[in-house]
């Protein structure tokens, strides 16, 4: 059975910094991308973050360049966001996902597998 789950959200106070994880199973993800995307209540799933399936090419939401930073270790089959400089428009529940493809994609239509989402907080 195919898992990704997420973990390491939570309550911040503006700021402040979380890094979230994603650890996989079920099978490799070390050959396709993956991303990051948030849904804040009401509104859609946004893209957040991605990075190509070796980690040479990252890429990111305008909203979150410069602050947050996404990076994979796929001997571990896990992926990272660090996300520093919290706002409280950056809260929502984060998702992980993998890519149909080796290179990044910002589509939602373009991730086969998904998380169960972490939801993180940022307080004013």
């Known amino acids: 059975q195919v898992q990704l789950v997420e973990s390491g959200g939570g309550l911040v106070q503006a700021g402040g910094s979380l890094r979230l994880s994603c650890a996989a199973s079920?099978?490799?993800?070390?050959?396709?991308?993956m991303g990051w995307f948030r849904q804040a209540p009401g509104k859609e799933r946004e893209f957040v973050a991605a990075?190509?399936?070796?980690?040479?090419?990252?890429d990111y939401a305008d909203s979150v360049k410069g602050r947050f930073t996404i990076s994979r270790d796929n001997a571990k089959n896990t992926v990272y966001l660090q996300m520093n400089s919290l706002k409280p428009e950056d809260t929502a529940v984060y998702y992980c996902?993998?890519?149909?493809?080796?290179?990044?994609?910002?589509?939602?239509?373009?991730?086969?597998?998904w998380g169960q989402g972490t939801q993180v907080t940022v307080s004013s």
């Open positions: 990075i190509s399936w070796a980690g040479g090419s990252t």
């Open positions: 079920g099978r490799t993800f070390s050959n396709v991308a």
């Open positions: 996902a993998a890519s149909y493809f080796g290179q990044l994609r910002r589509r939602t239509y373009d991730y086969g597998y």
